[in-house]
């Protein structure tokens, strides 16, 4: 059973555009949530995180927003680059000491 | 910082073979995960230590996979009789273990091939 949940599988955008990339949970014990970035033959590696006590977390281009309620986030990355092309994860785990769950993940192109 | 290093970067083992695999933590991190990334599952939770101690090994095929971390710069993921489906990238990470840092510093990993 998948405990994380990300959609699209894949999603094209062009350059300059805002990309929005989903991400679901079910158990509502998990507290911390990472996204990390995977550049094709490369490892993961993180890129923003929040945690169950806030609703938004930014940094830079890219926002997290979480709707707690509705076990949601999403990550906004605004003027889309090029660059930013990549597989990006989101994950989940019971607390930061806790091994992390991940969805399986959302591969994004970014077209000049 | 070297980064978590993970060797050998690739093995190619025959059906039935044993292959083992080795992790170096980033000095000072308390806990290290193992985790396996393949196109069909995704990123799946092998097993983690925390101080070297065995926590939770919930994700491993109990058959013949074992995972050790006999000291605090090393630890080992053994394959024994490997099969087709093993083929794999296997990814070590460490994390400081701190309270409210829950970030994984991945390995470049070990990419497994069974024929």
């Known amino acids: 059973q998948q405990q994380v949940r990300q959609s699209p599988q894949s999603l094209t955008v062009w350059e300059g555009e805002t990309t929005i990339l989903n991400c679901s949970y079910e158990?509502?014990?998990?507290?911390?949530f990472p996204w990390y970035r995977q550049f094709p033959g490369k490892s993961p590696a993180l890129l923003i995180a929040?945690?169950?006590?806030?609703n938004k977390k930014e940094d830079g281009r890219f926002t997290i927003f979480f709707n707690k309620r509705e076990k949601k986030l999403s990550l906004h990355i605004t003027d889309s680059q090029p660059g930013d092309s990549a597989t990006y994860f989101c994950a989940a785990s019971v607390d930061s000491g806790t091994y992390q769950r991940f969805g399986t993940g959302t591969k994004l192109q970014v077209v000049p | 910082n070297a980064g978590v290093i993970q060797t050998p970067r690739h093995k190619v083992t025959g059906k039935g073979q044993e292959a083992t695999l080795w992790c170096e933590p980033i000095s000072g991190h308390s806990a290290v995960f193992w985790y396996r990334q393949t196109i069909v599952q995704g990123l799946e939770f092998l097993t983690y230590f925390r101080n070297q101690a065995p926590i939770d090994d919930s994700g491993m095929p109990k058959e013949r996979f074992s995972a050790q971390m006999p000291n605090q710069s090393h630890s080992t993921l053994k394959i024994q009789s490997t099969q087709p489906q093993d083929s794999a990238v296997y990814l070590c990470?460490?994390?400081?273990?701190?309270?409210?840092?829950?970030?994984?510093?991945f390995g470049e990993g070990s990419k497994l091939t069974v024929l």
């Open positions: 929040i945690s169950l006590v806030s």
């Open positions: 158990d509502s014990t998990f507290d911390y």
């Open positions: 990470a460490s994390s400081p273990g701190l309270v409210n840092t829950g970030q994984l510093y």
